[in-house]
C-alpha cells in the first residue's frame, strides 16, 4: 500500500511570513495527526483529527498554526506568521483506527527552516 | 501527565555487541507501548510493539517486553550491525484520544 505522503520536503522561509504542508493520509486511514519535531527532540503532537473532526489539539499553537481536513482524507497544515522557533520537522501520520493498540504511519516529514 | 524516558545517548556499538536502549513510562492505567526507529534521511518506522503487560513485542531481531511492576520497555538486540545505527524512540499510547506520546530518542551508532 502505498505510504503517507508529504509535501514539501523542505522549506525555508523568513520569520513572520507564512507556510503551509500538505498530507495525503494512507487511503482509508479515519485518523489523521500532524507532529512537530524539533532537533533532538522527540515528535510532540499538534493536533489529531478523526475523519474531519478535531479530536486533539490542545498543544497547537492557535495564535500563528491552523490546520484542516477537509473531506476526511487530505489536510493542511498553516503557520502565519512563522517565527525562529518554528523551525522544525513536521510529521503527518496516520492510522486505520483510533485504537489504543493501532500503530502510526508516518510519512517522511516537511523540514521548515525559518531564517 | 503521561510521559516517556529514555537513556541519554549516543549509544556507540562495535558490530556484533548486545545493545539495550532504556525506556520508562508513566501513566495511569495500561497504556500500548511502541519502538518507532528513525534511520537517516527517512521517517519514523514502526519497529515492535506490545499492548499489555508480559507481551514480548519483536521485529529484526529486536525485542522489548512490556513490565508493567517496573514500567519498562526496554529495548534489546542480540548482535547489532552497521545498518541498525539509527534514532530509536520509545513511545507510548493511551487515552480517549489515543495520541502517541514519544520519549526524546536515542541515536545509536554501531561502527564495523
Known amino acids: 500500500e502505498a505510504g503517507v505522503a508529504q509535501s514539501p520536503r523542505y522549506k525555508i522561509i523568513e520569520k513572520r511570513q507564512s507556510v503551509a504542508f500538505w498530507c495525503n493520509p494512507i487511503?482509508?486511514?479515519?485518523?489523521l495527526y500532524w507532529y512537530q519535531q524539533i532537533l533532538g527532540q522527540g515528535p510532540k503532537l499538534l493536533i489529531q483529527?478523526?475523519?474531519?473532526?478535531?479530536?486533539?489539539d490542545s498543544q497547537l499553537p492557535k495564535d500563528r498554526f491552523s490546520a484542516e481536513r477537509l473531506k476526511g482524507v487530505d489536510s493542511t497544515l498553516k503557520i502565519q506568521p512563522a517565527k525562529l522557533e518554528d523551525s522544525a520537522v513536521y510529521l503527518c501520520?496516520?492510522?486505520?483506527?483510533?485504537?489504543?493498540?493501532?500503530?502510526?504511519?508516518f510519512g517522511n516529514g516537511t523540514r521548515l527552516t525559518v531564517t | 501527565g503521561d510521559s516517556v524516558t529514555q537513556m541519554e545517548g549516543p549509544v556507540t556499538l562495535s558490530e556484533e555487541a548486545f545493545l539495550t536502549i532504556n525506556c520508562t513510562y508513566t501513566?495511569?492505567?495500561?497504556?500500548?507501548l511502541f519502538w518507532y526507529v528513525q534511520y537517516p534521511g527517512e521517517g519514523l518506522q514502526l519497529l515492535l510493539k506490545a499492548t499489555k503487560a508480559d507481551d514480548k513485542g519483536s521485529n529484526k531481531g529486536f525485542e522489548a517486553t512490556y513490565r508493567k511492576e517496573t514500567t519498562s520497555f526496554h529495548l534489546e538486540k542480540g548482535s547489532v550491525q552497521v545498518s541498525d545505527s539509527a534514532v530509536y524512540f520509545c513511545?507510548?499510547?493511551?487515552?480517549?484520544?489515543?495520541?502517541?506520546?514519544f520519549g526524546t530518542g536515542t541515536l545509536l551508532a554501531v561502527q564495523p
Open positions: 501520520a496516520s492510522s486505520s483506527e483510533g485504537g489504543q493498540g493501532s500503530p502510526l504511519h
Open positions: 501513566a495511569t492505567g495500561y497504556p500500548s
Open positions: 513511545a507510548l499510547k493511551r487515552g480517549a484520544t489515543n495520541k502517541l506520546i
Open positions: 487511503s482509508g486511514h479515519a485518523t
Open positions: 483529527f478523526q475523519n474531519n473532526g478535531v479530536v486533539d
